[in-house]
């Protein structure tokens, strides 16, 4: 079945470094891809996506590449900050009306001063 | 910028208990979802609702759960007779019409069976 594999973690990071988040899926199509964080004590909100293979999602620094010949979709940030500790999932979801969101386990990343 | 909302944020409840836990979806949004998270646990897929029935649903979501969309806002979910193992955080999302699978999540339920 589709599915998909985060690194384990938790991260743990100086402000400033360099991050990166492993992902790789499993699916029997060509799904698009999902990065979704949960900040403490909140939801899950989109950090970004990627709907077909090459293509590249960004947003508040925060980048992932749709790599269809490895099947990944690693997160990577070049500096983060402590507000960047959260918890990172990894998700799939086919195309069109009402197909779900397969989630991978999740990363939690602390980022200290 | 349009949001999903949920109540309660929080509830505790007895085992065999039912629990309603609510959600007002995005306005315009025809596809609603409950997801659950178990402590530490992944988010797991539960439920998928679309023109008033269910469209999916997991292993996870037996008799004990239903779902309804009593009016033309509110998007609940049940749960008949509770368990410990229910103990969890609850999600509902919806998305755009479109197709876009994007899924806006609202900030969810804590589910607390003693």
């Known amino acids: 079945g589709d599915s998909v594999t985060q690194m384990e973690g938790p991260v743990t990071l100086s402000e400033e470094a360099f991050l990166t988040i492993n992902c790789t899926y499993t699916?029997?199509?060509?799904?698009?891809l999902f990065w979704y964080v949960q900040y403490p004590g909140e939801g899950l909100q989109l950090l970004l996506k990627?709907?077909?293979?090459?293509d590249k999602g960004s947003n508040k620094g925060f980048e992932a590449t749709y790599r269809k010949e490895t099947t990944s979709f690693h997160l990577e940030k070049g500096s983060v900050q402590v507000s960047d500790s959260a918890v990172y999932f990894c998700a799939l979801s086919f195309s069109g009306g009402y197909n779900k969101l397969i989630f991978g386990a999740g990363t939690r990343l602390a980022v200290h001063p | 910028e349009p949001e999903v909302t949920q109540t309660p944020s929080h509830q505790v409840t007895q085992m065999g208990q039912e629990v309603i836990l609510r959600c007002v979806p995005i306005s315009n949004h025809l596809y609603f979802y409950w997801y659950r998270q178990i402590l530490g646990q992944k988010v797991e897929f539960l439920v998928s609702f679309y023109n008033n029935e269910i469209s999916e649903k997991s292993e996870i979501f037996d008799d004990q759960f239903s779902v309804e969309r009593p009016d033309g806002s509110n998007f609940t979910l049940k749960i008949r007779s509770t368990k410990l193992e229910d103990s969890a955080m609850y999600f509902c999302?919806?998305?755009?019409?479109?197709?876009?699978?994007?899924?806006?999540f609202g900030a969810g339920s804590r589910l607390t069976v003693l």
């Open positions: 699916a029997t199509g060509y799904p698009s």
């Open positions: 999302a919806s998305t755009e019409p479109s197709g876009a699978n994007v899924l806006t």
């Open positions: 990627a709907t077909k293979a090459d």
